[in-house]
């Protein structure tokens, strides 16, 4: 069964921090790339940040600076430490497959999404 699971959203006030979660599982992890996508009511989706096989990373200017994606191999997980957030952060947050190491073009098998939301 291959799925991914993502986790670790909720509220916080802007200037906070949220790590999620992208918990893989029923294929080789350490074989493909991981993005993390957001979308917001009314806006489409956004592709956030992303990390290869070989831990070479990518982020929207959007997060640049703000953000970091790590991978956790070991533990079949991948991460997005969340600091410095701004309202406009707020979107339910996605994790998927990236078939083509961070091309952003062949995305599988979609996690149910955590929702983040940044306010006062």
């Known amino acids: 069964d291959v799925q991914l699971q993502a986790s670790g959203g909720g509220l916080v006030q802007p200037g906070g921090s949220l790590r999620l979660s992208c918990a893989a599982s029923g294929f080789t992890f350490d074989d493909y790339a991981i993005g993390w996508f957001r979308q917001a009511p009314g806006k489409e989706r956004e592709g956030v940040s992303c990390?290869?096989?070989?831990?070479?990373?990518y982020y929207a200017d959007s997060v640049k600076g703000r953000f970091t994606i790590s991978r956790d191999n070991a533990k079949n997980t991948v991460y997005l430490q969340m600091n410095s957030l701004k309202p406009e952060d707020t979107a339910v947050y996605y994790c998927a497959v990236d078939r083509d190491q961070c091309g952003f073009r062949y995305l599988e098998v979609w996690g149910q999404g955590t929702l983040v939301t940044v306010s006062s």
């Open positions: 990390i290869t096989r070989s831990a070479g990373t």
